[in-house]
């Protein structure tokens, strides 16, 4: 156990984040970093409890005890180790998780949990810096090769487990560059694309062939890939956006928040210049639908792209600033999150529908909205227009970030004849196939979109499963 009494003695700390004005100038992660010392401190805090919820509360189940005792004995190296053996990406998480695991920590029944997600990223950054992780190639090959189709954090999960396996991965990506939405969703300011090429090079030093700029189903067929492989496994995310289908959409000015963040992070990695990019929010007065992540990461982008104004909008009822009865520890806390993009200057409003747009061909006035309540009718809720509420929000641009409804089925998935549930996702077993033999599925694919650290399990999940069928094929 880290210190017996270390949380009695030593309080929760973060690193905090840069300071506003300065860090609303670039694009550059907001996160700052604690020393050494103090990392260790935070990690003493651990009490190592009988029954660890923060394992329970991860979903990679990552040993979140054990690598806080070693961090606090200052064995950063047995501390990576350890983390390792559950997370390939900690990076990744250690920055962008939500991080349930805190949620579920015993401490934070006095809302003052252990630092666990930035100790997990001190961890692993500093096995980077100090050469713990190193390629570590194979040392033998089983001769079996595996398509893994798209490249976000589900695929890279499966693909280095497959590697590391021994057998043949080629990881296919339709996209210019590998990553999925870690590179063209979630905003340099979250996470540094850096951090993505640094693992994508050690993977492929470490044997997987990564081939970029290719669409499966597309550039090279579905029948080919179960010709040319011995396992397929797909991670093409669920890219198909929910729209909003009000008068209006068609509009200039209104885009998916996905293209509006695309745009931008291809301008921060230089494969677009500023001036071609359309989709800028600079002296824009900007209307955000949707209240999740996504539309946080509309807002600090907009705001740093020098937007006029910053407004975002959500149907559903403000959540309460503190756990209701309903909802107790260890799960998840459906509590406000208040993100520092939200701190950099927006105005956010709830339980508002979307009536239409106003303009002429081009959002020119702005949104006409109406306050709702929602009201629970025989278990259900049910939202009810107030009457009298009709307003226009005043805006010229317009992001729409109301999540993604499925998989893109029109290419691979019809070609194969990949059977989906009743949400259109793709449909697996308990062992991850697909109803088509030698054909498996992970991630947002299968689940619908939902959490980086969801995407790795799932990954790490369907690799244990096609490493069991080529080893039994
Ligand atoms: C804006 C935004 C912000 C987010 N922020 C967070 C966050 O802060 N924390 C968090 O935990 N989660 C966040 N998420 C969710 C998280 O990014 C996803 O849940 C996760 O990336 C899903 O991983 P995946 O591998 O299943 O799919 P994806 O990351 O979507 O990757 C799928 C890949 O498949 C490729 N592909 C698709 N079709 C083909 C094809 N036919 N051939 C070849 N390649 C193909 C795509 O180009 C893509 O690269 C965010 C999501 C968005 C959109
Ligand atoms: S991956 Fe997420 S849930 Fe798991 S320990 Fe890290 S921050 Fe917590």
Redesign the pocket.
């Known amino acids: 156990m880290a210190d017996i009494n270390g949380f009695l003695k030593i309080k929760r700390k973060e690193a905090g984040n840069r300071p506003l004005n300065e860090r609303i100038q670039d694009f550059s992660e907001v996160e700052q970093v604690l020393n050494s010392e103090d990392r260790m401190l935070q990690a003493s805090r651990c009490m190592d409890c009988g029954i660890p919820f923060c394992h329970w509360g991860c979903p990679v189940d990552n040993l979140i005890p054990e690598w806080n005792d070693l961090l606090y004995k200052g064995d950063w190296r047995g501390a990576y180790l350890r983390l390792a053996a559950t997370n390939n990406f900690p990076e990744?998480?250690g920055?962008?998780?939500?991080a349930p695991c805190e949620h579920a920590c015993v401490l934070n029944i006095n809302q003052e949990p252990v630092t666990i997600r930035e100790n997990e990223v001190a961890i692993v950054e500093k096995a980077f810096s100090e050469g713990y992780i190193k390629p570590e190639p194979p040392e033998i090959r089983t001769g079996k090769k595996v398509a893994v189709?798209?490249?976000?954090?589900?695929?890279?999960?499966a693909a280095d487990l497959l590697n590391k396996n021994g057998h043949l991965v080629t990881l296919?990506?339709?996209?210019e560059k590998?990553?999925?939405?870690?590179?063209?969703?979630?905003?340099d300011f979250?996470?540094s694309k850096a951090i993505i090429d640094r693992r994508l090079n050690l993977m492929t030093e470490e044997g997987i062939l990564i081939k970029t700029g290719?669409?499966?189903?597309?550039?090279i067929s579905g029948k080919e890939l179960l010709n040319q492989f011995d396992a397929i496994c797909i991670?093409?995310?669920?890219?198909h956006p929910r729209s909003l289908p009000v008068a209006g959409s068609e509009f200039d000015g209104i885009h998916f928040?996905?293209d509006f963040?695309t745009a931008q992070n291809k301008v921060n990695a230089g494969q677009l210049t500023a001036a071609d990019n359309h989709i800028n929010a600079g002296g824009k007065k900007v209307l955000v639908i949707g209240g999740g992540?996504?539309g946080?990461?509309?807002v600090g982008t907009a705001i740093r792209q020098k937007a006029l104004s910053v407004t975002q909008i959500e149907i559903l009822p403000k959540p309460p600033e503190k756990r209701t009865p309903d909802n107790p520890w260890p799960y998840w806390g459906k509590i406000l999150k208040t993100t520092t993009s939200h701190e950099e200057g927006c105005e956010r409003f709830w339980n508002i529908s979307t009536l239409r747009f106003v303009g002429d061909g081009k959002i020119t006035r702005g949104t006409e909205v109406e306050d709702v309540i929602w009201e629970s009718e025989n278990g259900k809720f049910i939202m009810k227009p107030v009457p009298g509420t009709k307003r226009v929000i005043e805006c010229d641009m317009v992001l729409l970030?109301l999540g993604?409804v499925h998989?893109?089925l029109d290419?691979?998935?019809t070609e194969l004849g990949v059977e989906l549930d009743y949400r259109k996702n793709v449909s697996v077993n308990n062992s991850m196939t697909t109803n088509i033999p030698k054909v498996f599925a992970?991630?947002?694919?299968i689940?619908g979109?939902?959490?980086?650290?969801?995407?790795?399990a799932?990954?790490r999940k369907v690799a244990r499963q096609i490493d069991r069928f080529l080893k039994t094929t």
Request: proline share 6%.
């Open positions: 990744y998480t920055r962008i998780c939500p189709i798209g490249s976000g954090p589900a695929g890279m999960a296919f990506e339709k996209d590998a990553g999925g939405l870690l590179r063209f969703g979630i905003p979250k996470l290719i669409t499966a189903g597309k550039d991670t093409i995310g669920a890219g928040a996905m963040l992540d996504t946080s990461d509309c970030a993604f998989p893109v290419g691979l998935l992970a991630g947002d694919t689940s979109a939902s959490l980086v650290v969801n995407a790795i799932s990954g």
